[in-house]
Structures are given as structure tokens and as C-alpha cells.
């Protein structure tokens, strides 16, 4: 049998993302069980509201993180221009997939530089903190740093999808040490993200103990990797447990909370299963500080620059649609405000 690339993985990985059904179902979000007043008079002008934030210092004109996903192929390429040049027209943050990819093989660093599309976006790098453990330190760090340009580095972290990945990485043992050593050598901020399991609020109080400068808490209820790599195995083992673990997780409204209860200041992200604008406000009023969409993204660059285009706007007015009409003019206003209930 051929042993899979990390190239190659990254390609089945956009294409079972693409085709194949992919998602949580049993598991949910969690944001469906929060509601929003509805204000009848907001006494308000829509043209004025204001849903600009900042983030690690660094402004966005929307609350929008195109979250990790792709990178190290010429479609992910294609993706990724895309993307970046959608961030770039409504100054959104952007995330690229494992860089991994780009480390082994540097020819195809490329397909994540995409600074020359995004000149003034907020951008994020990415590596596995499991690949700690795997001959990977500083230097690595700052070789997918550079090939980005990037303003912050995410750390992944996904021990349930190396456990179903074929010849996963499942090394995690001492990697919050080494975590904590990289924070105090790099100069830029560290995230630490999920990738579709979610982030307990112990384990943020850790991450952030080391170092880590924000969370992205990447909640069960969206995209499941145990899914995905259970499309990709190799035996019936590996289909089993990613059937087995098709919904485990922590929802994401649930990360918010608790992590907010025991981290009030610290930058946070929620993604994992947000769709749309609506979910994107639930989440900023629960205590996030911006949102983060995957699946949506890959599907409409994917599809058309037009398409992506339209998601973005559609994006932004469902949130500044959420704030006129629960009488709230930033988004400040909305999350230190009272206009969410829970409904169950």
C-alpha cells in the first residue's frame, strides 16, 4: 500500500468536505438554545451601526474570522487567493490550514502565501502543537510564520483526530511545556485552537498559563473530523471509531460560557458549526469576540469568487441586521447588554 502525503491528505480532506456528509448531527452548537429579544423600536439609523472590533490589536471592520482550512494543493491555492482576497475587501481576519504541508515540502509554501492578496488583513498561521513532539520547535514556527507574513500563530490542537487519522501523530505527552517554551521565544501572539471538539474552561485556564494569548474555542456541532477521517480510513477500525466519535465535543456555546467565566479578558474566538450571522452575534453576545465560519467559506470559494463575495455581505448584514433589531448600535453595546436569553 502507498503511504499517503501530507499533500495528499490535504486534498482528500477538501474533497470529503465538498461531497461527503461531514457533519455533526446528534451534537449541536448549543446556540440554538439562546434567543434574542426582539426590540420593536430601536430608535436607531441602520446606516450607522457600527460592527467594526479589534482584535490582537489590530482592527476589522467585521467580526468574521475565515477560519482554518486548507492549503498545500493548487485547488487549496485557488481557495486560499480567494479568501484572502475577500478578507482583504472587508478587512476580515483570516486563518490558512497545517502548515505543515509547507514545512515538509517547500515548494508548495505558495499556496498559503497570501499576504500578496491581503495586504493589511489580520492573518494567522498555523501548525499542529503535536508536531512539538515531532521534531518541530522554533525554527519551524518561524519558517510558516514568515511564508504568511502572518500577525499571530495558531497551535492546533486535535488529539481525537490523530487518533482516527491513519498513522496519526498521538505523542501529546509534555506538549503544554513546550507550548509554554515557543510563547516566551516568538515574538508574535500564540492562539490556541481546536478543530472541532472544543476548549473546556480548565484547559483554556492552562493554555493561557503557558502563554497563550487567545482561544479559539472550535466547538462541536459543525464539521466533524472524526467523520472525515473516517471517509479516509484505511481499515475498518479506523471507520468504526470515526463513526464511534462522529458527535463528541463540547458545544461551542458551552466553550464560551465557562471559558468566559474563568477568563474574562482573554481574546476569544467561537467557531465550530456557525452558519451564518445570526450565530455569529449569538456567539459575540455570549462573550466572544469574533466568530469564525469554515464549511461556508470553503463551500463558496470553492464554487466562485461571485459566491464568496456574496456570502461575505450576506454575512455582515445578518449581524448588523441582529444588532439593529435588538436596539444595540456596536457590538459592544450587544454583548455587555441583555438582549440574549436562554430559551430552555
Not at 68 to 80: F, K, Y
Not at 184 to 213: C, F, H, Q, T, Y
Request: hydrophobic share 45%; glycine share 8%; charged share 20%.
Amino acid at each position: 500500500m502507498t503511504v499517503p502525503t501530507t499533500q495528499s491528505r490535504k486534498a482528500d480532506h477538501i474533497r470529503i468536505c465538498l461531497e461527503s456528509d461531514v457533519q455533526c448531527r446528534q451534537t449541536t452548537n448549543g446556540l440554538e438554545k439562546y434567543r434574542f429579544t426582539h426590540c420593536c423600536l430601536p430608535e436607531l439609523d441602520y446606516q450607522e451601526i457600527d460592527i467594526s472590533t479589534s482584535f490582537l490589536d489590530k482592527q476589522v471592520l467585521a467580526p468574521l474570522l475565515i477560519s482554518s482550512m486548507t492549503g498545500g494543493t493548487p485547488q487549496a491555492g485557488i481557495i486560499n487567493s480567494r479568501l484572502a482576497q475577500v478578507a482583504q475587501h472587508y478587512k476580515l481576519a483570516m486563518g490558512v490550514g497545517s502548515q505543515r504541508v509547507a514545512v515538509e515540502k517547500p515548494e508548495v509554501a505558495d499556496t498559503f502565501a497570501v499576504r500578496k492578496y491581503a495586504p493589511d488583513v489580520l492573518l494567522f498561521a498555523n501548525l499542529g502543537a503535536v508536531q512539538l513532539n515531532y521534531d518541530y520547535g522554533l525554527d519551524q514556527c518561524l519558517r510558516v510564520i514568515d511564508i504568511l507574513e502572518a500577525d499571530a500563530l495558531i497551535l492546533h490542537l486535535n488529539p481525537l483526530q490523530e487518533c482516527i487519522q491513519p498513522r496519526g501523530d498521538k505523542n501529546f505527552k509534555g506538549i503544554l511545556d513546550k507550548i509554554a517554551n515557543l510563547c516566551s521565544k516568538i515574538a508574535i501572539p500564540v492562539i490556541a485552537k481546536e478543530v472541532g471538539n472544543g476548549i473546556s474552561a480548565v484547559m483554556a485556564e492552562k493554555l493561557i498559563a503557558a502563554g497563550v494569548k487567545a482561544i479559539d474555542v472550535a466547538g462541536a456541532g459543525g464539521t466533524s473530523w472524526a467523520k472525515v477521517e473516517s471517509e479516509r480510513a484505511e481499515n475498518a477500525l479506523q471507520r468504526r471509531l470515526g463513526r464511534t466519535f462522529a458527535d463528541w465535543g463540547l458545544p461551542t456555546a458551552e466553550c464560551i460560557t465557562s471559558i468566559r467565566s474563568v477568563a474574562p479578558d482573554v481574546p476569544l474566538i467561537a467557531s465550530g458549526g456557525l452558519r451564518h450571522g445570526l450565530d455569529v452575534a449569538k456567539a459575540i453576545a455570549l462573550g466572544a469576540d469574533i466568530g469564525g465560519l469554515a464549511m461556508p467559506f470553503l463551500k463558496a470559494a470553492a464554487d466562485s469568487e461571485t459566491a464568496l463575495f456574496e456570502l461575505a455581505q450576506v454575512l455582515i448584514a445578518e449581524i448588523k441586521t441582529v444588532l439593529f433589531c435588538t436596539g444595540n448600535a456596536t457590538l459592544e453595546n450587544l454583548k455587555h447588554g441583555d438582549s440574549l436569553q436562554r430559551i430552555e
